[in-house]
């Protein structure tokens, strides 16, 4: 089941951010199961929004690539994760004939 990752990272700014995210997000890009990714500032910090085919393959990329790339010091992000129903992306509308509903049963042919 899909599932959209919240992640609260206090003490993160702008610039962490971009540093991380230039080396991450080309693998990320490629990484199984990844669908969608959004980053912006909060107070005192960064949140990152990640939508993923499940928790298992989330999990796989954050304690294999991102929690080894962040900065010595920094304090633990709070993640909050949030099972969806229905996930459509801009590529997906595209696709002529694709009937949208529960991303548990992908199209044929996905």
């Given amino acids: 089941m899909a599932v959209m990752i919240t992640g609260d990272q206090p003490g993160m700014t702008k610039e962490m951010y971009e540093e991380m995210s230039s080396t991450?997000?080309?693998l990320?890009?490629?990484r199984q199961g990844f669908i969608a990714h959004a980053a912006w500032?909060?107070?005192g910090g960064w949140q990152v929004m990640e939508i993923w085919e499940s928790q298992a393959d989330h999990d796989s990329w954050a304690?294999?690539?991102v929690l080894p790339a962040m900065p010595e010091g920094m304090p633990s992000m709070k993640m909050t994760y949030q099972p969806l129903h229905n996930v459509m992306t801009a590529s997906g509308a595209a696709r002529a004939g694709r009937?949208?509903?529960p991303i548990d049963?992908?199209?044929a042919g996905e």
């Fill in 105 to 107: 049963q992908p199209a």
């Fill in 41 to 43: 500032p909060v107070g």
């Fill in 24 to 26: 991450l997000l080309p």
């Fill in 99 to 101: 009937q949208f509903g």
């Fill in 28 to 30: 990320l890009a490629k």
């Fill in 63 to 65: 304690t294999d690539v």
